[in-house]
Antibody, heavy 119, light 110 residues
Framework: QVQLVQSGAEVKKPGASVKVSCKAS????????MHWVRQAPGQGLEWMGL????????SYAQSFQGRVTMTRDTSTTTVYMELSSLRFEDTAVYYC????????????WGQGTLVTVSS | QSVLTQPPSVSAAPGQRVTISCSGS????????VSWYQQLPGTAPKLLIY???ERPSGIPDRFSGSKSGTSATLGITDLQTGDEADYYC???????????FGGGTKLTVL
């Protein structure tokens, strides 16, 4: 069965970076796009970007350009999202989600990783 | 400010029917499929409706979706207390080349 298992909660200081991992199992990661979505406390879902399954190339939301880096390791079937220059407002739960195409959307989600930015 | 517009909250009594609207534009809803997600407190979103009106395996037929032009609607019949959750619409925006979501609608079953 398809599973997306994310790394544990993180606490970071403003200005630092955080790297969240998402280990995929039960399918071939080079066949599906992987996206990242975040949710600030009490807020809605915010799309951050994606990893192209064919070449590993990323595409980022405009609001995160220059601060986010999405990568993958096909040998460990793990996808990573690194966010730099953290601000208090980056405190959120970060989700990886497998994209099953424009028709289906996000069928599988990771359990979420809470990133807290605090001084 | 979300690209897709949803009402912040809706409520209805158990057994009743409720609808949740999602409004967008020609670059997103108007030319792409709409999905709906249910998020129970403290959990990851769950796909409820895809392809505008199709249900994944295991989703009861009390949940339905429709789309007309640049708007979509989620319908829930025979409301149960377990349906209390946040509901999000989502789609792809061809102009932004990005995924987009509604701001979410909190459903209260009175």
């Amino acid at each position: 069965q398809v599973q997306l298992v994310q790394s544990g909660a993180e606490v970071k200081k403003p200005g630092a970076s955080v790297k969240v991992s998402c280990k995929a199992s039960g399918y071939t990661i080079t066949n599906y796009y992987m996206h990242w979505v975040r949710q600030a406390p009490g807020q809605g879902l915010e799309w951050m970007g994606l990893i192209n399954p064919f070449d590993g190339g990323p595409s980022y939301a405009q609001s995160f350009q220059g601060r986010v880096t999405m990568t993958r390791d096909t040998s460990t079937t793990t996808v990573y999202m690194e966010l730099s220059s953290l601000r208090f407002e980056d405190t959120a739960v970060y989700y990886c989600a497998r994209y099953d195409g424009h028709r289906v959307g996000f069928l599988y989600w990771g359990q979420g990783t809470l990133v807290t930015v605090s001084s | 400010q979300s690209v897709l517009t949803q009402p912040p909250s809706v409520s209805a009594a158990p057994g009743q029917r409720v609808t949740i609207s999602c409004s967008g534009s020609s670059s997103n809803i108007g030319n792409n499929f709409v999905s709906w997600y249910q998020q129970l407190p403290g959990t990851a979103p769950k796909l409820l409706i895809y392809g505008n009106n199709e249900r994944p395996s295991g989703i009861p037929d009390r949940f339905s979706g429709s789309k007309s032009g640049t708007s979509a609607t989620l319908g829930i019949t025979d409301l149960q207390t377990g349906d209390e959750a946040d509901y999000y619409c989502g789609t792809w925006d061809s102009s932004l080349n990005a995924g987009v979501f509604g701001g979410g609608t909190k459903l209260t079953v009175l």
